[in-house]
Nanobody
Framework: QVQLVESGGGLVQAGGSLRLSCAAS????????MGWYRQSPGTQRELVATITSDDVTKYADSVKGRFTISRDNAKKTVYLQMDSLKPEDTDSYYC???????????????WGQGTLVTVSS
């Protein structure tokens, strides 16, 4: 069974930085796109950044120029470097990956359990 485990969340002051990591484990043949999403209670989960297997990236307008997504395919890990953090970045951050399923013969989405980021003013 494939699992995604996030780490790196915590409390930081406005203007500070955090680096989130998400490692995939289990029997994995291939990972296509990977990404980070965030969600507050009572709101819809929103895209923060995604990265393809060819390292093509996409960012939400609200984080462009401040956040950087990257991946290490050998380690099956995706990272989110968050700089110049703002109080409005406070959220639970979730890792997402499209993982090849031999049983389904297609890629399927897998989600991490989430990590909380709190930015104080």
């Amino acid at each position: 069974q494939v699992q995604l485990v996030e780490s790196g969340g915590g409390l930081v002051q406005a203007g500070g930085s955090l680096r989130l990591s998400c490692a995939a484990s289990g029997i994995i043949f291939s990972i296509r796109n990977m990404g980070w999403y965030r969600q507050s209670p009572g709101t819809q989960r929103e895209l923060v950044a995604t990265i393809t297997s060819d390292d093509v990236t996409k960012y939400a307008d609200s984080v462009k120029g401040r956040f950087t997504i990257s991946r290490d395919n050998a380690k099956k890990t995706v990272y989110l470097q968050m700089d110049s953090l703002k109080p409005e970045d406070t959220d639970s951050y979730y890792c997402n990956a499209e993982v090849w399923s031999a049983a389904l013969y297609r890629y399927r989405e897998v989600w991490g359990q989430g990590t909380l980021v709190t930015v104080s003013s």
